[in-house]
């Protein structure tokens, strides 16, 4: 996400649900918004609408900031059930240091009463940290960044009709907001599930995402795990991603690094209830 400085506005601006916008819009925002980001963030307009897609993007409890027609900034809120979660924060370079973040934040509570709101932001961008916790988010995790590429080819069945409930049940710790099984459901992208009936992975081939990897707790320490992500690794045919993995988690970083994944830049998880 990012974030100008909380400053006062000194305009009017024009802020109002996303209910009814072109999604093309949307992109052209997003694409410029995050355009200077501290990773780089630039998605196909295919991409973004899939992420949304599986995250649970709604439109109508979203807000955007308007100078006429142009979207000139945005919150892209998702639901599931009472729980809420912010998709991506963003002002065009051309619009910050007027306070429209804040808005947008506040705008957005307006139309969240009730729920739990949740967001990660990168550990390196103190500036959206410090917005975030001044208008009361606190942080509840810290969130790991991991990739695999396999040394070597390694083939595990695939599952058909997995219960991707009952593998969610053998993880130590929740997952985070795009990695549970309601998101893996909604996704539009194809998925595959590899395992056996103790251990399971779910990976996206398109994307080389790894949502979900858990073992049995007593199947553990049997090398299934190592399996497959390896396993994975040759479905995808690509290097994985392995995206907020909890940092409390000492077993799966430990795991991971075993496996020689190497490590990438970390998020806190923030939580709200409104």
């Not at 002002?91 to 808005?103: A, D, I, K």
């Not at 998101?183 to 103790?198: F, K």
């Amino acid at each position: 996400m990012t974030t100008e400085p909380a400053t006062p506005s000194s305009e009017r601006n024009d802020i109002r649900p996303l209910t009814g916008v072109p999604f093309e819009s949307i992109f052209e925002a997003f694409a410029e918004g995050f355009s200077d980001y501290v990773v780089p963030l630039q998605p196909s307009i295919d991409a973004l609408r899939e992420m949304l897609t599986r995250r649970g993007f709604v439109p109508s409890v979203s807000v955007g900031a308007f100078e006429g027609s142009r979207l000139v900034g945005f919150v892209l809120n998702c639901l599931d059930g009472n729980r809420a979660y912010n998709s991506g924060t963003a002002t065009l370079p051309t619009h910050r240091r007027r306070g429209l973040s804040r808005e947008l934040m506040l705008a957005s509570f307006e139309l969240l009463r009730g729920k739990t709101y949740m967001l990660e932001v990168l550990e390196q961008n103190p500036g959206a940290i410090a917005l975030y916790e001044s208008v009361g988010f606190t942080r509840t995790r810290r969130l790991q960044v991991w990739a695999f590429s396999p040394q070597s080819p390694t083939r595990i069945t695939e599952l058909a009709n997995a219960d991707l409930d009952e593998i969610r049940s053998w993880c130590d710790v929740a997952p985070s907001w795009q990695n549970d099984v309601p998101a893996i459901r909604r996704a539009r992208d194809s998925y595959v599930v590899l395992g056996t009936t103790d251990a399971a992975a779910v990976v996206f081939p398109r994307t080389g995402d790894l949502p979900l990897l858990a073992v049995r707790p007593s199947a553990r320490l049997g090398g299934l795990g190592r399996q497959l992500l390896a396993a994975a690794g040759t479905r995808a045919n690509k290097a994985l991603r392995i995206m907020n993995v909890d940092d409390g988690d000492e077993g799966i970083a430990a795991f991971l690094k075993r496996c020689e994944a190497t490590r990438g830049p970390a998020q806190f998880e923030m939580t709200l209830q409104l």
